[in-house]
C-alpha cells in the first residue's frame, strides 16, 4: 500500500494532495505495489474525503473531534498506526510546514528512511530514488532509501496536479488509538481574504522591492491579480519590510509554487526567491534593471518602470 496523507483546508482538499498522487502514480508504474490510499484526518471531512476518492483507489476516513485542530503529536501518530495497519511500504506526506513538522515524527515511529522535500521520485530496485534541492536551490542531489517501509514528503508544486481516476475509489472509515493530547490550543486567529491561496493559484503576481512601498501593492500589485483572478505574492525584502504578511512570501523560506503564470514586478529575482518559482510555466518580469537575474528565468520581460508599465496592464486585464 502506497499511503498519502490528505492536505485540506477549509473543507476542501489541497492541491498538494493531487500532487501526491501523481507521485504515486508513478511509483505503481515502476512496479511498487498498491493500492494508492489517502488518509483524511481531521473532523467533518465527508467533503474532503469525497474530493481524494476521484483520485485514490481509495480512501482511509478519520473523522475524529480530535484531529479537529492540527497537532503534530496526532497527526503523527493516526499516520503511524494506519501504516502500520496497512502494511505500507511508502508513506507519502505534504512538503507543507505542517507535513515537514509531522513526517519525522512517523519516519521515527515506523524506524524508517525518510525522504525530505523531494522534486522527483522513482522506484530504484528494492528502494526509491528521489531527487531534492540543496546548497539555496543551486545543486539537486540524487538520494536513495531501502527499507520495509520509506516515508516521504513532496516539495509542493514540484509534481503535477492527478487528473481523476476513471473508478472513484472506496471509502472506508478508520478508528485511531490517539495518545492523550499534551498540548492544547486555546485560541486561534486566520487571516481571510478574498483572493486565491497562493498555493491553489493559477496565476500569481508577486511584488519585490521595486515596487517601491506598501501603498504601491495597493496600487499595481492587487488591482492587476484582483483582474486577473490571481494569487499576491512577495518577496523575502518586501515581507521583512512589513509591506505584506508572511503567507504571501514565495521562496526558499516561504512558498513554492508552480501556477501557470507568474507575473513578477519589480523582482530582482535572488537565488532563494528563484528556488521557490522557478518551475511556473510561464515567466513574465517587469524590472527597470535590465541586468536583473529575473530575466534569464523569464519567458517574457519589460524593462522599464512599472510607475509606466502596471497601470497599462491593469487597464488591459479589465478588458
Do not use: C
Not at 467533518?44 to 503534530?72: F, H, K, R
Not at 501603498?215 to 484582483?226: K, T
Not at 508572511?246 to 512558498?255: D, L, N, P
Amino acid at each position: 500500500m502506497i499511503l498519502i496523507v490528505a492536505e485540506h483546508s477549509g473543507g476542501k482538499l489541497g492541491k498538494a494532495t493531487l500532487e501526491m498522487v501523481t507521485a504515486a502514480r508513478q511509483l505503481t508504474e515502476g512496479g511498487r505495489e498498491g493500492p494508492i490510499t489517502v488518509l483524511v484526518l481531521g473532523q467533518g471531512v465527508a467533503g474532503v474525503a469525497g474530493e481524494a476518492a476521484a483520485v485514490a483507489d481509495q480512501v482511509l476516513v478519520a473523522d475524529n473531534a480530535d484531529l479537529a485542530q492540527y497537532s503534530a503529536e496526532a497527526w503523527a501518530a493516526a499516520t503511524a498506526q494506519i501504516a502500520q495497519e496497512g502494511k505500507a511500504h511508502t508513506v507519502i506526506t505534504p512538503g507543507s510546514r505542517s507535513g515537514r513538522e509531522y513526517a519525522p515524527r512517523v519516519a521515527v515511529k515506523l524506524d524508517a528512511p525518510y525522504l525530505e522535500d523531494v522534486i522527483s521520485l522513482q522506484v530504484s530496485g528494492a528502494g526509491l530514488q528521489a531527487q531534492r534541492y540543496t546548497y539555496l536551490a543551486r545543486v539537486t542531489e540524487t538520494v536513495q532509501a531501502e527499507g520495509s517501509v520509506i516515508v516521504v514528503s513532496a516539495k509542493p508544486g514540484s509534481f503535477a496536479p492527478a487528473a481523476p481516476a476513471a473508478q472513484p475509489g472506496e471509502q472506508y472509515d478508520v478508528d485511531l488509538d490517539l495518545p492523550p493530547a499534551r498540548v492544547s490550543i486555546t485560541g486561534k486567529s486566520v487571516e481571510k481574504s478574498s483572493r486565491v491561496a497562493l498555493s491553489e493559484a493559477d496565476v500569481i503576481v508577486t511584488g519585490g522591492r521595486g515596487v517601491g512601498n506598501a501603498e504601491n501593492f495597493g496600487r499595481f500589485v492587487e488591482p492587476l491579480a484582483d483582474n486577473l483572478g490571481a494569487g499576491v505574492g512577495a518577496t523575502r525584502a518586501v515581507v521583512d519590510a512589513g509591506w505584506r504578511p508572511y503567507a504571501e512570501q514565495v521562496g526558499q523560506t516561504g512558498k513554492t509554487v508552480q501556477p501557470q503564470a507568474y507575473i513578477a514586478l519589480g523582482v530582482s529575482g535572488a537565488v532563494q526567491h528563484l528556488s521557490g518559482m522557478g518551475k511556473s510555466k510561464y515567466i513574465v518580469a517587469i524590472n527597470k534593471d535590465a541586468e536583473a537575474p529575473i530575466f534569464k528565468v523569464a519567458d517574457y520581460g519589460i524593462v522599464g518602470d512599472i510607475n509606466e508599465i502596471v497601470p497599462a496592464l491593469i487597464e488591459a486585464s479589465k478588458r
